[in-house]
Nanobody, 112 residues
Framework: VQLQASGGGLVQAGGSLRLSCKVS???????????KGWYRQAPGKQPELVAT??????THYADSVKGRFTISVDNAETVSLQMNGLKPDDTGRYYC?????WGRGTLVTVSS
């Protein structure tokens, strides 16, 4: 499964971004994948889980993003991460992962 993440960019604190992760060049539909998620890595820090959604639709969020971020399955090929109320601490490269497949990531920069 090949994944393509998009939607990153530069935004001021308090702003919003919507990241999308699309399956490409595959006959697999994401509904068949048990767990889909978004992770991020800030400069100089370890990667961390941001949010996941299971095949049954159960979502899980890191405490640091609860109430601000929403993960959703948009269609048979795309999972999105809506990020509101962004903070400078949210800066990092965001990666989507569907099962054991990872995308290259998209950079999010939040200025203060």
């Amino acid at each position: 499964v090949q994944l393509q993440a998009s939607g990153g960019g530069l935004v001021q604190a308090g702003g919003s971004l919507r990241l999308s992760c699309k399956v490409s060049k595959s006959t697999v539909t994401i509904s068949s994948i048990p767990l889909k998620g978004w992770y991020r890595q800030a400069p100089g820090k370890q990667p961390e889980l941001v949010a996941t959604v299971s095949r049954g639709g159960t979502t899980h969020y890191a405490d640091s993003v609860k109430g601000r971020f929403t993960i959703s399955v948009d269609n048979a090929e795309t999972v999105s991460l809506q990020m509101n109320g962004l903070k400078p601490d949210d800066t990092g490269r965001y990666y989507c992962a569907f099962g054991n497949s990872w995308g290259r990531g998209t950079l999010v920069t939040v200025s203060s």
